[in-house]
């Protein structure tokens, strides 16, 4: 006991002086000077500490002791509060600027494995075939079962061109489904487009990053140039994109829209609480858009459909959406590291939440796949009869439809519904 009362009252004085000096500073931004604090829970943490220090069977590094009690204070929040030190703080900036090591997955916890949210296209995940919703239960054939998300994403990065073995729980199949990933250099191409045909667009953005909404601008721009000056219209391709920066997504929404809000924030502390509001030029001038969604859309995602469904600016097709409707704010410690904390809750313009929610899509459409199918011998058509008479129509391609439709059935469906509202909208 003599041993554990020195380094109770350093540890109390310690931790107490801390938690003084970070009181302080809250209390001097909010203006709350008469909040109390629970001393006798930080008794209990000191005593723990001091306790652990003499007692535990090995040595234990001071600084490693204190970052594990941030680091379980965070998770213990919710799945997307954490801490993050040099490593990983600066993994997170190299993600907002779409360059990073790995393996291009964006993954979140789940009862104590990880869950895949999205792999990001073109990368060592997307390649290999995992998908949303899969639960990661070995990394290395080491179970990931009790490690915290940080944890198991640092086992996940490496070297470019070292392998990683990831076992994954699949829903519908039976045995688990193991992946052998090679670690590649991640640099993201946040935004494709293309035209499928003559007047109508295809803009895909695979994650928000700091320059997405000028890569939109240039695309569309592209778009419109290669169809004379104007679109008929849009399909706005969201699958599988897991969100990023907020600004990325609300400059995204406000290049569709003309007026009204975007989307706004709402939490405990005044500066968390934020309102987005759409500035008056919509570069397609009201032409229709098909706003493509699924399970591994995620928070910004979510909000750009969420705005452009809110506003009637566009047509929401696919499946619900992953249901992240919360802000987390990267507050810096020192120089490098930082925690990333939920701070407050995304509304749409209408003022839904997003979280655990998602976005319902207007029209539900299943990711299928599409094969030819042989007929029967008497299923004829005039065109089929022998010297039949030519008819007079313009030239279509059909093995180019017929292509878009065995490649991607929800894209094709999409394209259909634009050019349906342009026949309704002419008409």
């Known amino acids: 006991m003599r041993m554990i009362r020195p380094l109770y009252f350093t540890a109390a004085l310690l931790l107490l002086a801390i938690w003084l000096g970070l009181g302080q500073t809250v209390w001097a931004e909010r203006q709350q000077a008469n909040a109390e604090l629970p001393l006798e829970k930080l008794q209990a943490v000191a005593e723990v500490y001091a306790r652990i220090r003499s007692h535990y069977v090995d040595e234990v590094d001071d600084e490693e002791l204190l970052e594990a009690a941030v680091r379980g204070m965070l998770s213990s929040l919710d799945p997307h509060s954490s801490y993050l030190d040099s490593d990983e703080f600066k993994a997170l ?4 600027r779409g360059e990073f090591g790995g393996l291009g997955i964006e993954v979140g916890m789940e009862d104590g494995f990880i869950k895949v949210i999205a792999p990001i296209d073109d990368t060592p995940a997307s390649r290999a075939g995992l998908r949303p919703g899969d ?5 290395d054939d080491e179970p990931i079962k009790g490690k915290s998300l940080n944890e198991a994403v640092k086992r996940m990065r490496g070297e470019p061109g070292s392998t990683v073995e990831l076992t994954v729980v699949r829903e519908g199949e039976d045995r688990p489904i193991t992946f052998e990933l090679t670690r590649d250099v991640i640099q993201v191409q946040s935004v494709r487009s293309r035209m499928l045909e003559p007047g109508y667009g295809y803009l895909r953005i695979s994650q928000f990053q700091e320059r997405t909404g000028r890569d939109v601008r240039e695309a569309l721009s592209d778009l419109k140039k290669e169809a004379d000056g104007s679109l008929r219209g849009l399909v706005l391709d969201l699958r599988n994109n897991p969100g990023g920066v907020l600004d990325g997504a609300v400059s995204v929404s406000d290049i569709f829209l003309s007026n009204g809000r975007i989307v706004y924030t709402e939490g405990r502390d005044e500066r968390a ?11 397609l001038h009201g032409a229709p858009m098909v706003v493509l969604v699924n399970r591994g859309s995620a ?8 705005a452009l469904q809110d506003h009637g600016r566009a047509v929401i097709m696919g499946s619900p959406t992953f249901g992240k409707g919360s802000v987390q704010s990267i507050l810096p410690l020192g120089r490098d590291s930082a925690i990333k904390l939920t701070t407050a809750r995304y509304y749409t313009p209408g003022g839904r939440s997003i979280q655990d929610e998602g976005i319902q899509p207007d029209i539900l459409s299943e990711d299928l796949k599409v094969s030819r199918v042989e007929r029967e011998r008497d ?3 005039e ?3 022998e010297r039949h008479l030519q008819g007079e129509r313009p030239e279509r391609d059909d093995e180019a ?3 878009l439709a065995q490649e991607d059935f929800t894209l094709y469906e999409a394209l259909n519904l634009l050019k349906g509202v342009g026949i309704f909208t002419g008409r």
Not at 93 to 96: K, N
Not at 135 to 139: C, D, F, G, N, S
Not at 273 to 283: C, G, I, Q, S
Not at 299 to 306: H, K, L, P, R
């Open 93 to 96: 900036q190299e993600g907002t």
């Open 135 to 139: 639960l990661i239960t070995r990394i």
């Open 273 to 283: 609480e934020m309102d987005f509001n759409a500035t008056p030029v919509d570069m």
């Open 299 to 306: 928070s910004a995602s979510e909000i750009v459909a969420g």
């Open 379 to 381: 299923d004829m058509s």
């Open 383 to 385: 065109a089929e009869l």
């Open 401 to 403: 439809e017929r292509t």
